[in-house]
């Protein structure tokens, strides 16, 4: 009996530093970035890390930023010198308006990867929704979404994922067979196949309680190499800023905001008639897209690819099982630009069309943007949201999260 | 050193206070050895996920 008391107490001796070392290095991450969990637009090391963004939805929420997230791609960006004062960073960060957004993906994003981070997410995200931003570019002909996933797939996501009970056996199927299908290595993909011994499998378990205490130096990082320093400056991490909890929160007055974003859309587009922003079109930048448009926004058979569309069927079948409400935004084009391909009005409406059509099959809510394709200030280049774009969407973002104004109602 | 060696074996297989002591300080060893060869040695690092080359 003494014998017995002394094993049990030797293995409790080695059990319980291993257990606080799996607690205490998700919680160190926390304590790391707990004044300074703020960035416009988390860079692609974080946005990459399951643990970062769990960390960081914690701490500026305990800083009272009540934010929510919205998954997109590069429409994210702050556009620097010009000025979109529009943009979710300046709306509703320095602004009191009750919320704030926890923008969520970078260039290269499509559907399979959102699919595989609203999976790894699900526990995580706050209200159990989010706004998901969907392009049409994704699917175009010239599209490659094979490399766009391998471009910017997360192991650990794909990891969390994987672990999340939630998600159905089919369709965690589904997404190891795309990921195979896009060139994620068998071998990285069905990690838990049954050909593991018993040795490996404890050493992999043992190992995993230790992989998040590896050092944070890439997501604690303000260095993002395609960024420009003034764009890093930006983007530098901080505490939530203060214009966000200031005083009492208010509805935002979307008449103001929409009057004052026509004006600055017009003073930032005034070298062009298409409501391009300056800098990109007095460097050139506009004719050089018009020289080589027909090299890419082109299409031999069939103008949108099937399985980008699976991909998307995979997120809102991701979103309906872990019990996630999303939003989903198709995101316009700006048809003075795109009228001079082949992506014709007809041709995008096809789009438009297919996606309003697999959302209502699956009860998904969305908003479609087509209408504002001609809206000279809806976007600011040809597919990424500009002055009055931005109010229209913060707008439904804002609906969508803190529920309908009733002085909007009445109107 | 046979008669340390086997006062240390009598205590170690006695119904003892002492005994328990050895068998604990015995276990936690072998315990420490396994949870450094899996954890900290490096032998137990997974393999790193291979990507095609694009």
Known sequence: MKRLVAVVLAI???????????TASSSALEKQIASTPYQIWPAKARSNSPDFVRAAIKQRNAQGDNCKVVLGTS????????????????????????????LLGQPYCQDLWHAIEAGALSEDIPDDKVVFFCGISWFMDYQNPAKCFRLSFSPEAYADLMANPKVSDKTKAKIQKKMVEYGVSEDEVYAEASDKTFVDRINEGVQKI?????????????????????ERELNKSRPVPEGRTQGEAQVPDWDAWMSQEQAEGADQTSSNDMGIYNSWYEN???DKWYAGREDWLTFTDEPYQETEFEDFELFLDVCQETG???LVVLMPLKGAMVDQT????????????RMKAICEERGAEYVDYSPYEYDPYFLYDMAHFGWTGWVQVNHDIYEFFMGKDEADEAN | MKRIRDKILEVF?????????????????????????LVYSGFGEPAMPVYENF
């Not at chain 1, 409790?12 to 799996?22: F, H, N, S, W, Y």
């Not at chain 2, 006695?14 to 949870?35: C, E, H, K, Q, R």
């Open chain 1, 324 to 326: 996630i409400q999303p």
């Open chain 1, 342 to 353: 082949d992506y014709t009005a007809d041709v995008r409406a096809i789009w438009y069309d």
């Open chain 1, 210 to 230: 230790f992989d998040t205490s590896k050092n944070w130096d890439a997501v604690l990082s303000d260095e993002e190499d395609d960024w420009n320093a003034p």
């Open chain 2, 13 to 37: 297989f006695s119904d003892t206070w002492l005994g328990a002591i050895l068998w604990f300080a015995a276990a936690a060893a072998m315990l420490a050895l396994v949870v450094w060869f």
């Open chain 1, 284 to 286: 050139g930048g506009y």
């Open chain 1, 75 to 102: 429409e994210f960006r702050w556009v620097y010198p010009d000025t979109v004062s529009s943009h979710p960073g300046n709306f509703f960060a320095n602004n009191n308006y009750g919320m704030d957004t926890f």
């Open chain 1, 12 to 22: 409790a001796l080695v059990c319980v530093p291993v257990a606080m070392g799996a």
